[in-house]
Each structure stands twice: as C-alpha cells, then as structure tokens.
C-alpha cells in the first residue's frame, strides 16, 4: 500500500512528519538542522499539517510540534488524507 497524500500536501510534508516521528517533539529550527527544509518553510507547512490535524503543538509551548494520532495512522498507511476536513482555530 501507498500513502495517500492529499492535494494540498507537499512531499516535503511527509518528511516532516517522518522525522517528528523519528525523533520526537521537534521546532522548525530544528527541522532547518536536520536538512529537512529551511525554517520558514518548515514554518508555514507545519502550520498547514496542523490545520488537518496531523500535527498539534502541546500545551503550553511556542513552535514545538509533535505527531497526533492521525498523523502516525498517515505515516502507517491506514488514513487516506484526502478525506481529511481542516480544522477552524
């Protein structure tokens, strides 16, 4: 099986995903570190995983992310993320 990306997502988003997954909690400076993409741009697609509820920052905390539930289902090719709705903030 595939992953089953969403229109609005970019290749880089899983990425993103994958190495928050792999490494825990992470900021976008911390993204920009690994290689992954540049700050800002980690900056703005987080922003839009977070819109469908792929990622979530925990309480409490200023530009840290990590994984949410239906991120990990993504990752594990069990949610097709076109079927996802964003969410109103």
Do not use: C
């Not at 899983?14 to 900021?27: A, C, F, H, Q, S």
């Amino acid at each position: 099986m595939v992953r089953q990306r969403a229109d609005w997502m970019r290749p880089v988003d899983e990425r993103i995903m994958e190495m928050i997954r792999d490494e825990g909690n992470l900021t976008p400076q911390a993204l920009d570190n690994f290689g992954v993409t540049s700050r800002s741009h980690a900056s703005t697609r987080l922003s839009e995983l977070r819109r469908y509820n792929l990622v979530e920052r925990p309480a409490d905390t200023e530009g840290l992310y990590r994984l949410t539930e239906t991120g990990e289902k993504f990752l594990n090719e069990e949610l097709d993320a076109s079927e996802l709705a964003p969410v109103d903030e």
